[in-house]
């Protein structure tokens, strides 16, 4: 593929949109849609630079074009003057990469989420970094199509032990995408390597683990949520996967006992070497299914003085956006009916089309039909390294909210 230039030309294939729908883009929002498209003007293959422009015939932004894609074209320059090319990767990516630097993140020891696709002006690109290792995964055809450059860049901006790419298969298919999990650079490590986050040491496994390996975006939230346990609370976490929230709450909570659950027998597994790692005996796990542990324990009469409910994506798009919020009320009506009066319950939804409202208004509806009272401690997102952008609202996906039941 040949570089695009970084000078003005009129070569470059123009996007025109319908009347009435630029001022998001002047705006500064990087999705266009199919639906606000006129037309395309001049030849254009798929993951080619193209121009927005108005109806007016209004220069908007360069975008990288998929006709595959309802989500048409994405943007990313709003500077005529700064084209899509090599230079303009880069300087993207030290952007991004100089912030988790500043956040004391890059260690030989931490892992982090190094570029989050909207919020660092990388639409469709998502890098995290463990112990020097570089996990990539694109959910674009832009992206992929400058696969090589952007690692190159990552190489000459970090040297990385090694460079690894993921693909995510629902997003993908949605893009016209086959991406297969591979090594691009480097040299994987024959065994889970050890990241520390919160004084504490988790394994990652590079090669099987879950997405890009490990959940970097509650890393602030389980250390806060272990600050709200009081000493001595007999503490459940559900859908536990490697332990995060359990490990913080039995060593930063001074819980008495903690019992994490997870319907994966691989990531129950994972927990329990964390316990052992950092030498933890007061927290113990069990492969379960969630739904119907949550039911058994209501059933048995058992009372709790913590509760941590860290689902997986309930739903991906909107059209099941009312069976996610049933689940989501199921098990916080358990949760409710376990936790003694005074209790904390920790609740989370990493479901991005489930909105901050909607999910404050399904608490609401558990509060009401189980006749306790909810207080809202801390409403809470993910760890500053997965930033929100203020002209994408949608890089804002995951929910944390910490309550007092009643």
Not at 163 to 191: D, F, M, N, T, Y
Not at 220 to 233: E, T
Not at 374 to 379: N, T, V
Request: charged share 25%; with cysteine.
């Amino acid at each position: 593929m040949p570089e695009e230039t970084s000078s003005v030309s009129s070569s470059i294939p123009k996007v025109k949109l319908r009347p009435r729908k630029a001022q998001p883009f002047f705006g500064r929002h990087p999705w266009v849609r199919d639906s606000g498209i006129e037309k395309v003007e001049g030849k254009v293959e798929d993951g080619d630079m193209v121009q927005l422009i108005s109806d007016k015939d209004r220069f908007i932004a360069y975008g990288l074009i998929n006709r595959n894609s309802h989500l048409r074209v994405r943007l990313y320059s709003w500077d005529p003057e700064a084209k899509l090319n090599d230079r303009f990767w880069k300087a993207r990516l030290e952007r991004a990469i100089l912030m988790r630097r500043e956040m004391g993140l890059l260690t030989e020891t931490t892992g982090c989420r190094l570029v989050y696709s909207e919020a660092d002006g990388l639409s469709g690109l998502i890098v995290e970094h463990f112990a020097g290792h570089l996990m990539i995964q694109v959910t674009s055809l832009g992206m992929h199509r400058r696969l090589d450059s952007i690692v190159k860049i990552l190489t000459e901006l970090m040297e990385p032990k090694s460079i690894s790419l993921r693909g995510e298969a629902g997003i993908l298919k949605l893009e016209g995408l086959e991406v297969e999990s591979r090594l691009l650079a480097g040299q994987l490590p024959e065994e889970p390597i050890t990241i520390v986050e919160n004084d504490l040491h988790y394994e990652v496994d590079l090669s099987e683990g879950q997405k890009t390996g490990f959940y970097l975006d509650q890393r602030d939230n389980r250390r806060v949520a272990a600050r709200y346990l009081p000493s001595g609370a007999k503490v459940l976490d559900m859908f536990c996967y490697s332990g995060g929230f359990a490990l913080n709450a039995a060593k930063h909570g001074q819980a008495a006992s903690v019992h994490g659950v997870d319907g994966s027998g691989p990531a129950v597994s994972a927990a329990q070497r964390n316990a052992q790692r950092n030498q933890l005996d007061n927290v113990s796990f069990e492969k379960a299914d969630c739904f119907d542990y949550l039911k058994a324990r209501v059933d048995a009469g058992d009372k709790y003085d913590a509760i941590v409910l860290d689902p997986p994506k309930f739903t991906k798009t909107r059209r099941t956006i009312d069976e996610a919020l049933r689940a989501y009320f199921h098990i916080n009506r358990h949760a409710t009916q376990l936790l003694r009066p005074g209790g904390i319950l920790v609740t989370c939804s990493c479901s991005g089309n489930v909105s901050r409202d909607e999910f404050m208004m399904m608490l609401l509806g558990v509060a009401q039909k189980s006749g306790r009272d909810l207080r809202l401690l801390e409403q809470r997102g993910a760890s500053p390294d997965h930033p929100v952008s203020a002209t994408c609202l949608e890089s804002e996906y995951l929910k944390c909210f910490i309550a007092s039941v009643g």
